[in-house]
């Protein structure tokens, strides 16, 4: 011992009391220092949380109903054939000589993934205020797992769609895929990131502003018809296709149709713009989401 170390003494046994031997913690909680403190070893630990979350989501969304699961399933097929009489029909708009079913379920597909994901992830902090303030997990966990279980039914309203599309693929002429399909992984993986990013940028906002929700549910609705979803780009005059190149989902839903259908146009460049803004909007969510995760307790 150096002559500077000083011990707390004994006095009963007259002896000097060794140190206690130092601590070690399994985890150690620290504020995050900067807005894109995002620690994403901390979020692949916490990945058993998510796949909870995950199935908790998938069980309780159709919980004490008749059908179950089946309106995965239901839900894709009574909104093409809705579409294709209202718009098909009586609207008579253009599905560039496609088959209507075909052409309305390729989309609507797509944009539920886009829409369920935004529209949940947007309540992450009002629905999950009571967890939040008991226990410490990253807070990102929960719009993540969000997005893997709409990905899931997204799987399973795309195998319908999978299967009426080899029908008509192998039964008539209508439909011409070609290489552009290869690029729908992508095209998904911009989705799933315009859902978070939008998501958890509301998600911050309706903490103190709770009329924003019914402004995004308005919003979604609107976007849909701003989205060639019932309509294809080539059907617009030169005017509103150049307005609508700036929506970043119609370039994904485009390319997600002329890879499948042959129908439609896929460019380039307009992917990359579709990833320059999922990118910045993914990032710009984070940012105001890091901030409200220190304060949101006050306000919900």
Request: hydrophobic share 50%.
């Amino acid at each position: 011992m150096s002559p500077t170390e000083v011990h707390p003494i004994d006095l009963a046994n007259a002896r000097p009391i060794a140190p206690a031997p130092p601590q070690h913690w399994d985890l150690v909680i620290r504020p995050k220092r900067h807005l894109l403190d995002v620690n994403l070893q901390e979020l692949w630990a916490y990945r058993d949380l998510a796949s909870l979350f995950v199935q908790r989501d998938i069980v309780t969304v159709y919980k004490q109903t008749i059908l179950g699961p089946l309106w995965f399933v239901l839900q894709p097929i009574l909104t093409t054939l809705v579409f294709a009489v209202v718009f098909g029909n009586i609207a008579q708009i253009s599905t560039d000589g496609l088959p209507a079913i075909l052409f309305y379920m390729s989309g609507i597909v797509l944009w539920n993934y886009f829409a369920e994901s935004l529209t949940r992830t947007s309540s992450t902090f009002t629905a999950n205020a009571h967890i939040f303030g008991k226990v410490y997990f990253p807070r990102l966990v929960v719009p993540i797992s969000i997005v893997i279980s709409n990905l899931i039914k997204f799987l399973i309203q795309f195998c319908l769609f999978l299967v009426i599309w080899l029908w008509y693929w192998v039964m008539t002429d209508s439909v011409h895929p070609n290489l552009w399909i290869l690029a729908n992984g992508y095209c998904l993986l911009l989705m799933a990131g315009l859902g978070l990013g939008f998501g958890v940028l509301f998600s911050s906002l309706t903490t103190k502003y709770r009329d924003l929700t019914f402004l995004l549910t308005f919003g979604i609705q609107l976007g849909m018809y701003a989205t060639p979803i019932i309509f294809p780009m080539s059907s617009l005059s030169e005017r509103y296709r150049a307005i609508l190149w700036w929506n970043p989902l119609s370039h994904i839903v485009e390319t997600f149709k002329y890879g499948f259908l042959g129908a439609g146009q896929a460019d380039v460049l307009g992917l990359a713009y579709s990833t320059t803004f999922t990118v910045l909007t993914l990032t710009l969510g984070i940012l105001v989401f890091n901030r409200t995760e220190q304060t949101f307790m006050d306000t919900v």
